[in-house]
C-alpha cells in the first residue's frame, strides 16, 4: 500500500484558498515544528496538523503515512541518538564496552532528545503530506511562473517523464527477465546493471529530444505571463492570518518561561501556564480559517 499522498480538489476552506496560500500555511506549520522546542508546544501542534488534515478530508491517509513512514521514523530518531549521543547525565542503562565505541551508556536526556527531533520531524512530514493533498499543483505551477517563466515548464516536463521512465525501466525489467538463465529464472547484477543503463541512457536522449522541441516551438524566448487580476477572498486571508499568528506564536516559545526547558545535561521541563496555552493555542490557530464554511460546497 502506496503512502503517496496527491492532490484532489475536496470541499474544505483550505482547498477552496489560492494555491499560494494554502503552501503558506503548510510551510507555517512546517517551520513552527522546526522553532518549538517545548515538547508540549510540539504536542499541540502535532494535534494541529492531524485536525486540520481531518478538516480538509484527508486524516485517512495521514494516519496512513504516520503508520507506514512517520513511526518507522520516529523509532529510528530515538534509537539512533539514544546509542550514539554521549550527553546527558541520567544513565537508565550501561552496555558496557563496544571497541571503537567505547563505553556505551543510555542516557535519558538522549532518549528525551531523540524523542523531539522524531515529533519534529513526524510534524513537518505530516504539514507535507497536507500540502500535496490541499495544494493545486497547477495553480501552483501557474504563481511560480511569474517569478521565473522557466518553473513551471521544468516542472511539468519533469513530473511527466518520471512515470514515463519508470514505466521504460519496468519493460526492460520484464524484457531482460524473459532472456535470464532458464535453470536459475532470475536475473543478475550485470543485468540489473544493464537495466539502470539503459534507463540512464534513454533519459538523456529524451531530455535531448525534449529540450530540442521546445526549442522549436520558442519556449526559450518566453515571457512572464500577464498577472491575473484576482482579489483576495476571505478564505486567502484566514489561512494567512493563521500561518503568520503560527510563526509568530512559535517564535515567542523561544524566550521568557520556554527557554528554561532544556534537555543537556540534565532534563528539565518546566510546565507553566504559558506552555499549557501555548499547547492550547496552536491547534485552535490551525483549525480556525476552517470554522467559515460559507461558499463551500458540500
Known sequence: MSALVVYRRRASPLHAARASISALYCVALSAA???????????????????????????????????????????????????????GLTVFARLGYFGPLGQVNLTLEALAYGLLVGVRLVIVLLAGV????????????????RVYPGSALAATVATRLVP?????AQRMAEAQRCRADAETGAAGKRERLGIVRAVVAGSLDRSLDVAATLE????????RPPRLARPLSRHDIHFA???????????????????????YPL??????????LAALALPALALAPFLDRQGIAP
Open 33 to 87: 515544528a522546526l522553532i518549538a522546542a517545548h515538547p508540549l508546544v510540539l504536542a499541540g501542534l502535532l494535534a494541529g496538523v492531524l485536525l486540520a488534515g481531518a478538516a480538509c478530508g484527508v486524516g485517512r491517509q495521514m494516519l496512513r503515512t504516520l503508520r507506514t513512514v512517520g513511526l518507522p521514523i520516529l523509532l529510528l530518531t530515538v534509537l539512533v541518538n539514544v546509542l550514539v549521543s554521549r550527553d
Open 130 to 145: 497536507l500540502a500535496s493533498a490541499s495544494v493545486d499543483p497547477d495553480e501552483m505551477l501557474r504563481s511560480l511562473r
Open 164 to 168: 514515463v521512465l519508470a514505466r521504460d
Open 216 to 223: 522549436v516551438r520558442g519556449y526559450g524566448s518566453g515571457a
Open 241 to 263: 492570518l493563521a500561518a503568520l499568528a503560527t510563526l509568530a506564536l512559535a517564535l515567542g516559545t523561544r524566550a521568557g518561561d520556554f527557554a528554561s526547558f532544556q534537555v
Open 267 to 276: 532534563l528539565r521541563l518546566p510546565l507553566g501556564a504559558a506552555a499549557v
